[in-house]
């Protein structure tokens, strides 16, 4: 190995459950969560998990960390929908990713037996889910951020809807 090279190792994830939505594909979706307060749907987890979700009752809202399913290959470079030219990858939330993982802070309305509802969704019908966990604003809130290429153009981006780009 290389001085500086990064390890190879296989890491495998498993899904836990399965995020419902109304959106059976990526066309027409919120291109974030904060701009689909509106949006409901359920995140089934498998029974295996039930026990994990002792607590979370508590709380208002969640972060749910998922695998982009539908999304094939990745691109260093992308055209992400607030902006005409390209930028890094990991500059965006573009889905084509070298590891297609996707992170969305949502309401949990109420839990029941292993089946969190929702709202505030802007996640594909489908979509499997890898790992929850409590948003909680001490640890999760910054205010003193930058917001770089977006700053430009973050005015437009809760009326503009997810198309065929990334799906």
Known sequence: MQRGALPVALITYH???MIHSPFPDVRGMP???AFAQEVVGTVVLDENYARGLEGLEGFSHVILIYH???SEGYQLQVRPFLAEELHGVFATRAP???N???ISVVR???VEGTTLYVSGLDIV???PVLDIKPYVPQFDDRSDVCIGWLQE???RARTKKSDHRFG
């Open 31 to 33: 291109i974030q969560a």
């Open 15 to 17: 899904p836990i459950g």
């Open 153 to 155: 153009s973050i005015d």
């Open 108 to 110: 949990l309305d109420r």
């Open 100 to 102: 297609a993982i996707g």
């Open 125 to 127: 019908d489908g979509t």
């Open 68 to 70: 982009f399913h539908l």
């Open 96 to 98: 084509r990713r070298p």
